[in-house]
């Protein structure tokens, strides 16, 4: 009778030794500490239509190569958050009420539910209008934009701002849309940092740029009727270095936009309306996934994202990079 005794002590013992010691193995196969990972896509067919009503069967993703399980499916439509950010640096004053014009146009094109935040950005970033669904206070926000008076154009922090401020907290579809010439002066965060950051995200950034020029001088004449050359070749460097300046930014641009899934648009002021059209229609159209990576990565490690659709003939836009935070 002891020895059973003796026995069920040690055997109870063991048992709990062993729970104990395999209970923090437990907790490392809960996926508690990992982020799900969001993915809008958008999906078209070959003409550029959007298609409605596929399922979470017909979509498929990849991390690093490894298929990963979708956790999150949404496609029916949800509200949008829009920051629209307006650049007021004294490059844009030629243009400004045309710019102010079309966002307000941009405005009428929400749904009662969506909301948008006005942010302005020259020589400092200022939050005109925070998140919000009346009408009337973001058309009232935009009509009070002005050009700054200071040199400075701190486009990278007004993008910093949106995506880690602005709408970082906000569940569901959410978009930047930064109208600007893209020439940045002044901003403390770098382009790297910015590209980082926004790779951490789950916001399409849509850029649409406007190339601003050189103001152009008028020609003076010598006594002999001939222009100074020296004149003239400044002139000619300048253009070229506004040329260059203007490339740039374009490209940079560009970058933010394919990063997160979103557009570039190189348009004249005056298109800025269809524009905007085509930016809500396509927000509307998305789709939403959602993945817990299988494994857990080190923080700042970036990984290749593909989604697959099963139907063919498809053009399928999404993000192609993940940073883990």
Request: glycine share 4%; net charge positive.
């Amino acid at each position: 009778m002891k020895f059973l005794t003796a026995t069920f002590c040690i055997l109870s013992f063991l048992s709990l030794g062993l729970t104990s010691a395999q209970s923090p193995i437990k907790d490392e196969i809960i996926k508690v500490e990992t982020a799900l990972v969001s993915v809008p896509v958008i999906v078209s067919d070959r003409n550029g239509r959007y298609i409605p009503n596929l399922r979470v069967q017909d979509f498929s993703i990849f991390q690093d190569g490894t298929k990963q399980e979708i956790s999150f499916f949404a496609n029916k439509e949800e509200p949008l958050n829009i920051a629209v950010l307006l650049d007021t640096s004294l490059s844009t004053s030629e243009v400004i009420h045309k710019i102010k014009r079309s966002a307000i146009d941009f405005i009428s094109l929400l749904n009662p539910r969506d909301k948008a935040s006005i942010i302005t950005f020259d020589s400092e970033v200022i939050i005109t209008q925070p998140l919000t669904s009346n009408r009337i206070e973001l058309e009232r926000a935009i009509r009070r934009v002005d050009i700054g008076y200071d040199v400075g154009t701190v486009m990278r922090d007004a993008v910093l701002q949106a995506a880690e401020n602005t709408l970082k907290a906000v569940k569901g579809r959410k978009a930047i849309i930064i109208l600007t010439d893209g020439k940045d002066f002044g901003s403390y965060e770098t382009p790297n940092n910015l590209l980082n950051t926004l790779e951490e995200s789950d916001v399409l950034v849509y850029s649409v740029f406007y190339k601003t020029e050189m103001p152009r001088f008028r020609q003076r004449r010598g006594r002999f009727g001939r222009r100074s050359s020296r004149r003239s070749r400044r002139r000619d460097r300048m253009r070229k270095r506004q040329k260059q300046m203007n490339k740039d930014a374009a490209e940079y641009l560009k970058a933010m936009s394919k990063l997160t899934a979103g557009r570039f648009f190189k348009k004249k002021v005056s298109d800025l309306k269809r524009t905007f059209g085509l930016i809500t229609s396509e927000l509307r159209n998305q789709y939403r996934l959602g993945y817990y990576p299988d494994k857990v990565s080190s923080s700042g490690m970036s990984h290749k994202i593909r989604v697959k659709v099963a139907k063919k003939k498809t053009s399928v836009r999404a993000r192609t990079t993940y940073r883990s935070k």
